[in-house]
């Protein structure tokens, strides 16, 4: 495999990076502190095409396939991990779904609005007493004629009181289990759809993440995604190309650690050296970068086979699980290596921490995903690449 990157991708991480630098960096620290959602930031990644560039171009996309859109949730987290993942939510999840598994006139309808950023979407799966049980969900839809009737809370949602589309999966058929959960479209305003308490989170603070209530919400049959009792199906293939997204975010983080980091090993001086020349740091740089390296292979691995058409759920697992981890341990190393200034808010190394655990929770855990990877093994074997 060539994982070298092509001039289009290239240009996107480029152009991308210059616009974290002038337009996220010299904020993410206050929109942590003030628990700010920067709305417009994301209205402007939409207008210069960042959220579009895997959608086919008939709906204003770029069409320049999973690695692209992972760069771009890569590259937005490196600076500030809460915009990196509120886009990869909008684009893995809530739009990816419509434009997945919706019909034609939805596509249309939703999907040009969503990757301009002219509609902010949420994918509403998780609830109080359902996390990695996801087919435990509560959340019910009741035929009413040419109409759904949908009542349930959704927990621990992104974008969830921000968002103008929400792709809802409620339960129609409780006799079937999987078999009788169906995914709809609810659009904000919506009569019965309301948030509830604020979440308060370790980390990601300038990311939107609430409780999304539905009290009789009635929308029209149509708004049904794909065929019923197909969303729990759907579900499993929207996470599968999620947890690259996801990987692309944790990559991300552990970049803009390993990169602060280093600036500053370079700087600091202890016992007449710079800390960068004690053998104990060079060795954390080492193995933070080579936990980096793997990480891009595993994700570039995935994304190739999703793009080729091969199953690749796997695959994903694996980038999401290293990724993660690795997240989770190079910003722990880049603490360690700002000694007590990594432990105050002046560097950004804390934040990077705080926000790295939600990789080894959000759209699978880590001990789901190692479920997932055990399973696929037993039953098909493993071949190295």
Known sequence: MNFDLTDEQQSIRTTLAAFAEREIKPFARQ???????????????????FL?????????????????????????????????????????????????????????RYVPDMI????????????????????????????????????????????????????????????????????????????????????????????????VIFENVTIPARNLIGELGAGYRQTLKVLEGGRIGIAGFAAGIARGAFEEARAYALERRQFNSRIADFQAIQWMFADMATRLEASWVLICRAAALKDSGKPYAREAAMAKLFASETAMWATTKAVQIHGGYGYVTDFPVERYMRDAKLSEIGEGTSEVLRMIIAKSLLRDGYLPV
């Not at 959602?37 to 210069?48: N, S």
């Not at 204003?60 to 600076?79: D, I, K, M």
């Not at 839809?141 to 792709?167: C, E, H, L, P």
């Open 52 to 108: 579009g560039v895997a959608f086919p171009e008939r709906w204003g996309g770029g069409a320049a396939g999973t690695l692209s859109q992972v760069l771009v949730v890569e590259g937005l987290s490196r600076y500030d991990a809460s915009i990196g993942l509120t886009c990869a939510a909008h684009m893995s999840l809530s739009t990816g779904h419509i434009a997945a598994f919706a019909a034609k006139e939805h596509c249309d």
């Open 116 to 211: 301009a950023a002219k509609k902010l979407g949420a994918w509403c799966l998780t609830e109080p007493s359902s996390g990695s049980d996801a087919a435990a969900m509560k959340t019910h839809a009741v035929r009413a004629g040419d109409n759904f009737q949908i009542s349930g809370t959704k927990m621990f949602i992104t974008n969830g009181s921000v968002a103008d589309v929400y792709v809802v999966m409620a339960v129609t058929d409780p006799a079937k289990g999987r078999d009788g959960v169906s995914a709809f479209i609810v659009d904000r305003g919506t009569a019965g759809l309301s948030n509830g308490k604020k979440i308060e989170k370790l980390g990601l603070h300038a990311s939107d993440t609430a409780e």
């Open 31 to 49: 929109w942590d502190k003030s628990e700010t959602f920067p709305r417009e930031v994301i209205e402007k990644l939409g207008a210069l095409g």
